[in-house]
């Protein structure tokens, strides 16, 4: 099969597993939201802040190097998965001393017991890093996208089963262990191939720099991300920490099934065609138009209708997550497309491009959070998304030298997916504002805001982008 159609049933198959694990992650994060607290979800909040950190350090960055190198040789492999393991081992066995500090750090005794169950599954995942990273240099999303799903459909299942019979953050963290233990499982059974006693630190050197850079960046990129939730759940407490982490979660849900679907493939295709930059461009730019076209309706529709869509699905306990939702979302939008350029350096081998870009826009970011911190969790996400937005051009314009392409070269693919989404949203704030009654229960204002949100943004795109429209669905292998 060539590149082209490798790639194409990979975005295929990367769509159906993104869309049926997100939707089946938003609904059990709606019945766990009204069968838990906030409190619980702060409290898994403050345990994944470190988890993650430590995650950070399970393969350094070697499972990106299997997939971006060309040539692979077995001994390499091999000596990367063994490494991987090493690591796992000293994430568990860190975390576990570790958990006592961190309970003393929040001044929350129950995070304890729940980072040394959640180290478990660190240990667990470590063991198919290489397997996942085969799978995904091969281009076979389609045996991933089977495991996926049923990973996440057993994690689902035991989290909702154990709130109803109030395990309350433990829930969580049952659901968490699932997903991670039946992953790795069934990745070892899909992969032919399986590790040996070899290893050689010689070819191991070979992929240091790169790994090593682009762990680096991952390190310092952590800090920034979660230094807003470390700072409110340190400051405001784990209520505030539960508003927020929800409101973040769904502002990251497009990008995660829109950029993250795309952007999971388009590595391993960029690092075929690497050092062919007009090729890289074209293929970059029809990316970039795709995550538009879907990403751009999706996060403006969530703006406006983001009251009766936390009243309905969430409950009145969760009300302050709207003003922060609608914070968040302009963020979301250009995040949707910057997350791509992470491709650019990646593929083109220039991780240290990347984690130099990494401290300098993530100090500027760290500063506005600390300054947005006096004003609450309001203040908080205002000053992420101001900071966010003020790095925007830089972040766009130093991956693409590395092509040779223009911040401008953007424009032509953007701006007819961003007017058919202002379009839209034109219609539904009229309608929400000037001819919805306010005392129309939010369910009943939310079955109309989304179907009439979804043809007008068909219609306007008929109209003014039919061109992408058509691309895209011969992309998914709809006749027209």
């Not at 992929?207 to 090593?212: E, F, N, P």
């Not at 969430?314 to 979301?332: H, K, N, Y």
Request: charged share 10%; net charge positive; with cysteine.
């Amino acid at each position: 099969m060539s590149l082209g159609k490798k790639t194409t049933s990979g975005i295929k198959w990367s769509s159906v597993s993104q869309i049926a694990r997100q939707l089946m992650q938003f609904a059990t994060t709606a019945i766990l939201g009204r069968l838990l607290s906030p409190d619980d979800f702060g409290l898994l909040g403050m345990a994944t802040i470190v988890i993650g950190f430590v995650e950070l350090f399970k393969d350094l960055g070697t499972s990106a190097a299997v997939i971006q190198k060309n040539n692979l040789s077995e001994s390499l492999v091999h000596s990367i998965f063994w490494i991987n393991v090493g690591f796992g081992i000293l994430g568990t066995i860190i975390l576990f001393i570790i958990s006592p500090l961190v309970a003393k750090f929040y001044e929350e005794p129950r995070i304890a017991p729940v980072l040394m169950v959640l180290s478990c599954a660190f240990l667990i995942s470590s063991i198919s890093i290489l397997q996942n990273a085969i799978l995904q240099k091969d281009l076979a999303f389609n045996k991933l996208a089977n495991i996926e799903i049923f990973a996440v459909f057993n994690g689902s299942a035991i989290g909702i089963v154990s709130a109803f019979l109030g395990f309350g953050v433990w829930s969580l963290v049952y659901q968490s262990v699932t997903v991670v233990t039946v992953t790795t499982v069934l990745l070892w059974i899909t992969t032919a191939w399986k590790p040996k006693l070899v290893f050689s630190w010689n070819e191991v050197r070979q992929v240091g720099r790169y790994s090593l850079n682009l762990t680096g960046f991952n390190i310092f990129n952590y800090f920034i991300r979660n230094a807003d939730y470390i700072l409110i759940g340190k400051f405001l407490g784990s209520e505030s920490l539960g508003y927020y982490t929800l409101a973040y979660r769904l502002m990251l849900y497009p990008l995660q099934n829109i950029s993250g679907v795309l952007g999971k493939v388009m590595f391993p295709a960029f690092s075929q065609v690497q050092n062919d930059n007009a090729r890289f461009r074209r293929a970059y730019l029809k990316v970039v138009a795709t995550i538009a076209l879907v990403s751009f309706p999706v996060m403006m529709c969530l703006w406006a209708i983001s009251e009766p869509f936390i009243l309905t699905l969430f409950g009145s306990q969760w009300q302050p997550v709207i003003v922060l939702l609608m914070i968040l979302i302009p963020v979301g939008i250009v995040q949707s497309i910057g997350t791509t350029v992470g491709t650019i350096y990646t593929s083109k081998g220039r991780t240290d491009w990347m984690l130099r870009w990494g401290i300098g826009s993530g100090t500027l970011l760290t500063l506005g959070i600390v300054i947005g911190l006096q004003w609450g969790i309001v203040g908080v996400a205002t000053a992420y998304a101001t900071a966010s937005l003020l790095v925007t051009y830089p972040s766009f314009a130093i991956p693409f030298r590395l092509i040779n392409l223009r911040v401008s070269d953007l424009i032509p693919v953007l701006w007819r997916p961003f007017l058919a989404s202002l379009l839209m949203l034109g219609v539904l704030m009229s309608l929400k504002m000037l001819v919805l009654p306010t005392s129309l229960a939010s369910a009943w204002v939310l079955s109309i805001l989304v179907p009439t949100g979804l043809i007008t943004y068909l219609l306007a795109s008929w109209l003014i982008n039919r061109e992408q429209m058509q691309e895209l669905l011969a992309t998914l292998g709809v006749k027209r």
